[in-house]
């Protein structure tokens, strides 16, 4: 009796081979590494879009921040601000700023040489136009209360419910105004008016119409702000961003009537690389836009004409896009020529995608000074 096939085991139920084992191996690691890469380059393409998206979002945010306030700039003094600078009275524009490709420009009031402008706004009170000589909360509402009598010096007015002790204000005939700081405040009562008192009332001449002599009965006083936009280094990031702060009157570095005061600047946008302001001038009289004349930068002394501000910001988002293979940055993503900040020629490339939003505004309460 032959037992040759009966150890035998049937061809279902045997395993594989070391050949057959090796294969798979191969085969399952082709397909493996093919997945990796493959869900890698998806996620370096949705890396390098949300950082495309980030950069649109800071320019935009940055531009809007910065137009919102613009289109308030300037109430009651479209023919210019009378300003007490050096003991002397001097005509500015509520708004004016640098061009930063002179090499000169402000981070907290120090000398720079970024090629970004910086701006600055006279800002009247958000109720400037509200009902005078009222309260919110038991807070001055920032209304406009009017000049009861003509002259220099302290002003009489009918009340000073609306108005903010140690403030800065404006005397304005809704033509041309005049800046005051440190207001202090005496409060009408039977039979006397309220007085405004101001630092600059003992400079010779000083009021929002020296050619009449002075204030004049019916003028309009109230609160106002100074506000100065700039770029500067966010010590957080490292990076440049864009910073908000509030102005006094104190001669800057540049030898303009304003300066940061001594609270810390406000960050309004992050990752914002580039700062550029345009002027534009109606020279003619024309009403036309086409015929605007257009500057970069602009200086604090009055200039007849100003009617737009065209606003440029560029930004980028929060870290470098790179290829699929994440070994290199993109060559086309480097610093950008915006107005007349040139980037050199041979600037490298970093990674960082740039994103330029620009806006322009015509400025409605200077159109007035063409009446």
């Known amino acids: 009796m032959s037992f040759r096939n009966s150890w035998r085991v049937p061809a279902s139920r045997r395993g594989m081979t070391l050949l057959e084992s090796l294969i798979v191996v191969v085969l399952a690691s082709i ?33 809007e921040s910065i137009m919102n306030l613009v289109r308030q700039a300037g109430a009651g003094a479209p023919g210019g601000l009378w300003v007490a600078q050096g003991g002397v009275p001097v005509r500015t524009n509520p708004i004016f700023g640098r061009d930063g490709t002179t090499g000169a420009g402000t981070v907290g009031n120090v000398t720079t040489a970024d090629g970004s402008d910086d701006l600055w706004l006279v800002l009247p009170d958000p109720n400037y136009m509200g ?26 007015v009918n009340c000073t419910a609306s108005l903010r002790a140690g403030a800065l204000h404006v005397a304005s005939n809704m033509t041309t105004s005049a800046l005051l700081s440190n207001v202090q405040l005496v409060p009408e009562n039977p039979g006397n008016p309220g007085q405004v008192s101001y630092a600059e009332q003992g400079v010779t001449g000083f009021s929002n ?21 700039f770029l500067a280094t966010n010590p957080a990031t490292g990076r440049s961003a864009l910073y908000r702060t509030e102005g006094q009157v104190a001669q800057d570095a540049l030898g303009r009537p304003y300066s940061d005061n001594a609270t810390p600047p406000q960050l309004v946008q992050d990752f914002v690389e580039d700062f550029q302001v345009a002027f534009g001038f109606d020279v003619n009289n024309t009403g036309d836009a086409k015929d605007y004349v257009w500057q970069h930068g602009l200086a604090p002394t009055f200039a007849m004409g100003l009617r737009t501000v065209r606003v440029s910001v560029v930004a980028t988002g929060r870290s470098p896009r790179r290829d699929s293979q994440s070994v290199a940055v993109l060559s086309d993503d480097k610093p950008m020529d915006v107005e007349n900040n040139v980037r050199p020629p041979a600037v490298v490339a970093d990674g960082f995608y740039r994103s330029l939003y620009t806006r322009r505004l015509e400025l409605p309460n200077l159109a007035a000074a063409s009446l």
């Open 31 to 63: 397909i493996i590494a093919a997945a990796t890469a493959l869900l890698l380059a998806g996620g370096r393409v949705v890396h390098n879009t949300e950082h495309t998206a980030d950069s649109h979002d800071n320019s935009r945010i940055a531009a």
């Open 131 to 156: 009902e005078p000589c009222s309260t919110v909360n038991g807070q001055p509402s920032g209304a406009s209360v009017p000049v009861t009598r003509a002259g220099t010096g302290a002003l009489s």
């Open 209 to 229: 119409a020296p050619e009449k002599g002075g204030f004049q009965s019916g003028d309009w006083v109230y609160p106002v702000r100074l506000v100065h936009f």
